[in-house]
Each structure stands twice: as structure tokens, then as C-alpha cells.
């Protein structure tokens, strides 16, 4: 957004570990990724708007694409109709999907393979995890793989190099989980 990514390394490159968006010369308000999508949108900014609109998914939860942000002068930052139309389906869409098969937390849910040298140990951990989540999995879709992951290390390989995978094709179909055009027919018509 703050750079307009179309990749996902472009992506990353905007995000830290904490996933806050680094700038130099813009101050992080509460609103400031509604006012992002706000002006990408009324410019037409196209490009722009997948990663806004995931940003705001990844950051605030359905009563907030209706009832706003509160801010500290008193008043309250809104997103426009299609915006939250568009967050609230973007995010069932993305939630649906991320934990499928090929896509970032589909590895969860696949059993042990034949290369797993603590079948145990590594059903043990998927099971926590599946615990810890239940039927609430968080939006995870495009966060960076984590350090350690308590699976063996052929699991955790094969864990890692799934979520890798998966996280680009969620980024591939981004746009679409918006109701948007593909990557390559978004425009930026000023």
C-alpha cells in the first residue's frame, strides 16, 4: 500500500515482524489504512486495493468495517458501503481458504508423511495447534513463517515450504477474494 505492492516480496518488504507497515514520513494513525483505501479507491488507484483491504481485514474485525473507529478528537473514521462489503467477503473468503489444501495453514491439517521421523510427536503438535484455533482460526493467510514449529525437522521443512507456498497463492488471488480484477488487469487510472 504505502509503496503499492503487486508482489508479495513487495509485500514483505513494507511489513515488520510486528506487522506494522514501515514509513518515514507518514505518522500511523488509527485510520490511516481506511484513509489509504479511501484515496486508492476514489483515484482510482487500483492496484493498491488489494493489499489495502487486506491490510484492514488483517488489522480490525467485522464491527469496525460497520460501526468505525473511534479517534481521539471525538469523531469516528467509517469505511464507505462497497469497503465493507468488500472486507466482510474478502475476509470469509480468505478464511475459508487458508487453511486448504495448498494454501498457508493447509499443512496443519495434513497427517504425518511418510518421511516423519516422530509421527508422535509431530500429530501431537498438529493437534495443539488445531486445539488452540478450534473452529476460530485467525487470519494467517499471508503472515510470515514463524522460527520454530515444534515438528521434526522433515515436518517442519515440509511445513514451512508449504506455508511459503501457500502465502503466494493467496497473494496471487487476492484481488479476487475482493471482487477485484486480476493482478495483471488492475490499473491505475488517475
Known amino acids: 500500500m504505502f509503496g503499492n505492492p503487486m508482489t508479495l516480496e513487495g509485500y514483505d518488504a513494507l511489513i515488520t515482524a510486528d506487522n506494522r507497515y514501515q514509513t518515514t514520513r ?9 484513509d489509504m483505501l479511501t484515496l486508492a479507491r476514489e483515484n482510482n488507484i487500483q492496484s493498491a486495493l488489494p493489499c489495502a483491504y487486506y491490510r484492514i481485514i488483517y488489522q ?7 460501526e468505525g473507529i473511534d479517534l481521539e478528537d471525538g469523531t469516528r473514521a467509517s469505511l ?7 472486507c466482510v467477503l474478502g475476509r470469509e473468503a480468505i478464511l475459508k481458504v487458508q487453511s ?16 516423519c521421523t516422530d509421527p508422535t510427536k509431530c500429530t501431537r503438535r498438529r493437534v495443539r495447534i488445531l486445539r488452540r484455533y478450534g ?20 515436518c517442519d521443512h515440509r511445513y514451512k515450504e508449504s506455508w511459503t507456498t501457500g502465502r503466494k497463492k493467496v497473494w496471487e488471488e487476492l484481488p479476487k477474494f475482493f471482487d477485484l480484477l486480476p493482478w495483471d488487469q488492475l490499473t491505475n487510472d488517475l
Open 60 to 66: 480490525y474485525d467485522q464491527r469496525e468495517f460497520f
Open 100 to 115: 486448504q489444501s495448498g494454501y498457508t495453514f493447509g499443512c496443519i491439517y495434513s497427517g504425518s508423511e511418510d518421511d
Open 26 to 34: 507518514i505518522l500511523s494513525q488509527p485510520d490511516l489504512l481506511y
Open 80 to 86: 464507505a458501503p462497497v469497503d465493507q462489503i468488500r
Open 135 to 154: 473452529e476460530t482460526l485467525p487470519l494467517f493467510a499471508l503472515e510470515l513463517v514463524s522460527g520454530a514449529t515444534s515438528f521434526c525437522l522433515s
